[in-house]
């Protein structure tokens, strides 16, 4: 027994013939029930997307322009291996009421049509209280302002507030903590990221270098390190020049000096001689 949805790809010629010729029996589920139904809509997609998007959370987060492809697939992996266990299928397969058999568990999960009217037409406080704390995930902006509507106006009667009132100001104080924690944490990683990701920028303008195996430094980075290296490389070399021009001038003056002492010698050698002359 083959059981699928009604979509139109299941419902070929081509298909049944195929499901015939191979005495396959075809079951098709009947409209619009593939949530209550079907064992992957009933116990594994959920749990799937919702730890799919804690790995990709982390991204997210980043303010990255783009998840790359590994990165959704590694997330992706983890996700499923999270989630595709032998008891979520199991529990899958019994939610549905297909093993073992139920029928009970998908009628009662089926709305009535005279309680729907009723709840879309006169809709209660608890219930305009209820439609806004759902779920982990943040309330719908246009619900939570009319369910504030709603309870500013309890506020304003002289009567003490009934019990759904009182819960949803319970779950407000609540969700005001949640919320005003994950602002400071969210504040703290956002400027991690932006740290991170202006270190990416810095990276990606031109080409990079390795330098020393493990340091890496952009074109115009590398070009400001070399100017840097050449100039304080001319100041040594004029430094020395300047060393060596001053000892070549004190050399100059002691062999100056050394020759003008030589010529007073000589002269006063020549003035000691008596010179002899013949008449």
Request: charged share 30%; net charge positive; proline share 4%.
């Given at each position: 027994?083959?059981?699928?949805?009604?979509?139109?790809?299941?419902?070929?010629?081509?298909?049944?013939?195929?499901?015939?010729?191979?005495?396959?029996?075809?079951?098709?589920?009947?409209?619009?029930?593939?949530?209550?139904?079907?064992?992957?809509?009933?116990?594994?997609?959920?749990?799937?997307?919702?730890?799919?998007?804690?790995?990709?959370?982390?991204?997210?987060?980043?303010?990255?322009?783009?998840?790359?492809?590994?990165?959704?697939?590694?997330?992706?992996?983890?996700?499923?291996?999270?989630?595709?266990?032998?008891?979520?299928?199991?529990?899958?397969?019994?939610?549905?009421?297909?093993?073992p058999f139920s029928r009970?568990?998908?009628?009662?999960?089926?709305?009535?049509?005279?309680?729907?009217?009723?709840?879309?037409?006169?809709?209660?406080?608890a219930h305009v209280f209820?439609?806004?704390?759902?779920?982990?995930?943040?309330?719908n902006p246009t619900v939570?302002?009319?369910?504030?509507?709603?309870?500013?106006?309890?506020?304003?009667?002289?009567?003490?507030?009934?019990?759904?009132?009182?819960?949803?100001?319970?779950?407000?104080?609540?969700?005001?903590?949640?919320?005003?924690?994950?602002?400071?944490?969210?504040?703290?990683?956002?400027?991690?990221?932006?740290?991170?990701?202006?270190?990416?920028?810095?990276?990606?303008?031109?080409?990079?270098?390795?330098?020393?195996?493990?340091?890496?430094?952009?074109?115009?980075?590398?070009?400001?390190?070399?100017?840097?290296?050449?100039?304080?490389?001319?100041?040594?070399?004029?430094?020395?020049?300047?060393?060596?021009?001053?000892?070549?001038?004190?050399?100059?003056?002691?062999?100056?000096?050394?020759?003008?002492?030589?010529?007073?010698?000589?002269?006063?050698?020549?003035?000691?001689?008596?010179?002899?002359?013949?008449?």
């Open positions: 027994m083959l059981i699928c949805d009604g979509h139109d790809s299941h419902i070929t010629g081509s298909f049944i013939a195929h499901c015939v010729q191979h005495k396959i029996a075809l079951m098709m589920l009947p409209p619009h029930t593939s949530h209550l139904l079907q064992p992957l809509d009933v116990s594994i997609f959920g749990p799937l997307k919702k730890a799919l998007t804690r790995a990709l959370s982390p991204l997210n987060e980043a303010q990255l322009a783009r998840i790359q492809k590994v990165e959704w697939l590694e997330s992706y992996t983890t996700a499923r291996d999270a989630c595709f266990t032998t008891q979520n299928i199991n529990s899958a397969w019994q939610g549905a009421g297909l093993v009970s568990k998908a009628l009662r999960m089926l709305p009535t049509g005279s309680n729907k009217v009723e709840q879309t037409d006169i809709p209660t406080v209820d439609t806004v704390f759902i779920n982990s995930s943040s309330p939570l302002q009319n369910a504030n509507q709603v309870l500013l106006a309890r506020l304003e009667c002289p009567e003490p507030l009934d019990t759904p009132s009182r819960s949803y100001v319970r779950k407000m104080a609540g969700e005001t903590e949640r919320l005003t924690t994950r602002l400071i944490i969210n504040k703290r990683e956002t400027e991690k990221l932006r740290m991170v990701n202006k270190k990416r920028r810095e990276y990606t303008k031109g080409k990079r270098a390795i330098l020393q195996g493990h340091h890496h430094i952009s074109t115009e980075e590398l070009r400001k390190a070399v100017r840097k290296a050449e100039k304080e490389a001319n100041e040594r070399k004029k430094k020395k020049q300047k060393k060596t021009n001053q000892q070549a001038k004190k050399m100059d003056e002691t062999s100056s000096s050394d020759e003008e002492e030589e010529k007073e010698e000589d002269f006063d050698e020549i003035g000691d001689c008596i010179i002899v002359g013949s008449n």
